[in-house]
């Protein structure tokens, strides 16, 4: 199995710029989250999905925009992109039931300049 | 609303000693509690959860870690610190009432160096 497959692994962005991280996983799970990791600063929930068809917002979800159209993917758009976005961003899936822990994919480190 | 505490940013110890990475946390109900750990330019990887029963939880790479419901902590140990142990370790919490099916709350992260 590969897991969470986050793609593309390095990318850098000008100011204003749109894009989109994808994120795929193939254990069937229901629930799948993105996160920002920034310095001192932990992770942070951007958006996070219950199942297909169903999103919602997390902690910081400013900017960000997702959708789950299939269990298998669930990717982050970035709509206009700014230097404040600089930041790992990692996607991760479990199944529903709280006594599951995450499986992380490896993360996208972007740069806004 | 669950949170998590990681009071120190970094822990240093010399190699054969035991560790200790702390975590506390606030949740309304019972709490689900997880330690994920980040090697350099790595995914997190998930060490050990706690769900309910005994408030000892043994994880991979001889990880553990003690529930202590009265103090709402829950610090990972190890008896005897490697060099490769050295990571970013992350405390996640779970309110047991909590809508929205699996969201966690990680900690800011704790820093551990193993040193010669």
């Known amino acids: 199995n590969a897991g969470v497959t986050q793609t593309p692994k390095f990318q850098v962005l000008k100011t204003g710029q749109s894009m989109t991280l994808q994120c795929a996983q193939d254990m069937n799970h229901e629930y799948m989250s993105w996160y920002r990791q920034d310095p001192g600063m932990g992770l942070r929930l951007i958006h996070y999905?219950?199942?297909?068809?169903?999103?919602d917002q997390g902690e910081v979800p400013n900017g960000y925009n997702v959708s789950r159209s299939t269990t298998e993917d669930f990717p982050l758009r970035l709509l206009s992109a700014a230097p404040s976005q600089t930041s790992v961003y990692f996607c991760?899936?479990?199944?529903?039931?709280?006594?599951?822990?995450?499986?992380f994919g490896s993360g996208t480190r972007l740069t806004v300049v | 609303a669950q949170s998590v505490a990681q009071p120190e940013d970094q822990v240093n110890v010399a190699e054969g000693n035991p560790l200790t990475v702390k975590c506390t946390y606030s949740?309304?109900?019972?709490?689900?509690l997880f330690w994920y750990v980040q090697y350099p330019n790595r995914g997190l990887q998930f060490l050990l959860k706690?769900?309910?029963?005994?408030?000892l939880v043994k994880g991979s790479y001889g990880f553990e870690a003690e529930f202590n419901k009265s103090q709402t902590s829950f610090h990972l140990k190890k008896p005897s610190a490697l060099v490769s142990d050295s990571a970013l370790y992350f405390c996640a919490v779970r309110d047991e009432v909590t809508g929205g099916g699996n969201k966690l709350t990680f900690g800011t992260g704790t820093q551990l160096k193993v040193e010669l």
């Open positions: 706690y769900i309910t029963g005994d408030n």
């Open positions: 949740v309304s109900g019972n709490p689900y």
């Open positions: 999905s219950v199942g297909a068809g169903i999103t």
């Open positions: 991760a899936s479990s199944r529903t039931q709280a006594n599951y822990g995450y499986t």
